[in-house]
């Protein structure tokens, strides 16, 4: 009977000290911890694209292309931007972000190809206006602001110092009854 409990509490515990190691994800590493706007941004509905770039290009849509890699420490960074990128401008504009190891591996790419704007950096953020013309072209993590400025300027919005500035509601279904309505 000692021995079944001694065995039972070390299989336990076994299983305890194991289970943690394979649950954390770490934003400050190149270890891949999952898809970096589900578990790092919060927002599942980014990836995959709601259209590949030629659809964005037939509709007439600006597009937002980021290209990134999911066990990359940077991109894990950048992926909170972006999602609020798709926040303010999900709307009007595509937003397109690319894993660049699913790119083909070619000599040339065409316009309406994603390789063709992809310049060898991670995180990239390109922004092409409704006519295909490339209006941006950030290396890095780039500041929220810096995008935003550019997107203002394409859709004749008013810049950020005339305007009010842009917050959602904190809103769910738990604490909807605890929000205080605003007149």
Request: aromatic residues 12%; hydrophobic residues 40%.
């Amino acid at each position: 009977m000692l021995k079944k409990t001694i065995l039972i509490f070390l299989s336990c515990l076994c299983l305890w000290m194991s289970h943690p190691l394979a649950s954390m994800a770490d934003i400050d590493n190149d270890r891949y911890d999952g898809n970096i706007f589900v578990v790092y941004a919060g927002n599942g509905s980014l990836v995959p694209p709601r259209l590949t770039l030629k659809q964005s290009f037939e509709r007439k849509l600006p597009v937002i292309l980021v290209y990134y890699l999911d066990d990359n420490s940077d991109s894990k960074e950048f992926a909170f931007i972006v999602s609020r990128f798709q926040e303010f401008y999900g709307r009007a504009a595509s937003i397109i972000p690319v894993n660049v190891d699913t790119i083909p591996m070619k000599n040339r790419y065409s316009r309406d190809e994603v390789g063709y704007y992809y310049d060898g950096v991670i995180p990239q953020t390109v922004i092409l206006d409704e006519n295909r013309k490339e209006i941006y072209n950030g290396e890095g993590i780039v500041e929220f602001e810096a995008v935003d400025d550019i997107l203002r300027d394409l859709f004749d919005l008013l810049p950020r110092s005339e305007s009010v500035q842009l917050k959602r509601r904190n809103f769910n279904q738990f604490n909807s009854e605890l929000v205080p309505e605003e007149n």
